[in-house]
């Protein structure tokens, strides 16, 4: 008998500021996150902000949050900073269904906004602006598609273990970032897999058990496959 291929979860972002089309909502995603779980035999579903995100958790196998917007600041930045803030429907919809989902200790991966809701959600905090918060950081917003910026990769993560190696090449597009994972205060303990070379954490993973990587890169953007 042919085995399921397992569901997995996409939440579009959500666009209710008329950007798209004026007096319209529409909900948005790049298309190679969606291509990527196909690739991997996954069978990709969007899950537009809706009511009951309980219900979607029982259906579904796994989760990917995807990039999207800012979280918004908890303390007063200088004039200049501009937050493309994610919106509350968005963000109150996006925290329920990943709520859901570790309650039922079901797979998650979260990249670039997503890494920073899971790390919140576990009690972790944030940078709200890189170069405000780590003025050394180096550049996370790199305006070149084809530009990368080196990462360490902690030798006891999954990452390593995957890849063999101590250092990857990466590309940024965020100007947000995890400043603590919250790592032991996670119910089942998670490590560090990735750091930039400043000691912005750009990727976690929580313990083989609980099948949850996270990335604050953008794999889908880099031309690399969905398996890498």
């Keep these: ?42 069978v990709p579903i969007y ?10 958790a029982e259906r ?13 600041p908890d303390r007063a930045y200088p004039g200049g900073v501009a937050f493309d803030l994610v919106p509350e429907r968005q ?3 996006d925290r329920a269904l990943l709520a859901a989902m570790l309650e039922r200790d079901r797979p998650v991966l979260g990249i670039c906004y997503g890494m ?15 170069p405000t918060d780590l003025p ?3 550049e996370h917003r790199l305006a070149d598609p084809g530009a990368r910026h080196e990462i360490r990769v902690e ?3 999954r990452l390593h273990g995957a890849f063999g190696v101590d250092a990857l090449p990466v590309n940024s597009r965020h100007h947000q970032a995890v400043a603590d994972p919250a790592v032991r205060a996670l119910a089942r303990a998670a490590t560090t897999a990735s750091r930039r070379r400043s000691s912005c954490a750009t990727r976690a993973s929580r313990s083989a058990s609980s099948g949850i990587p996270n990335r604050s890169t953008h794999p889908t953007a880099s031309g690399c496959s969905a398996r890498s």
């Design 116 to 130: 920073q809701l899971l790390a919140v959600a576990c009690g972790g905090a944030l940078h709200f602006d890189l």
């Design 1 to 42: 008998m042919r085995a399921m291929r397992p569901l997995i979860g996409i939440p579009p972002c959500l666009d209710e500021r008329g950007r798209w089309k004026p007096a319209r909502e529409y909900h948005y995603a790049d298309s190679a996150y969606a291509r990527a779980v196909a690739e991997v035999g996954g």
């Design 155 to 157: 030798s006891a993560s």
């Design 47 to 56: 899950l537009p902000e809706q009511p009951d995100a309980t219900g979607l």
């Design 136 to 138: 050394g950081a180096g």
């Design 60 to 72: 579904i196998d796994g989760l990917l949050l995807p990039g999207g917007g800012d979280f918004a």
């Design 91 to 93: 963000l109150a919809f």
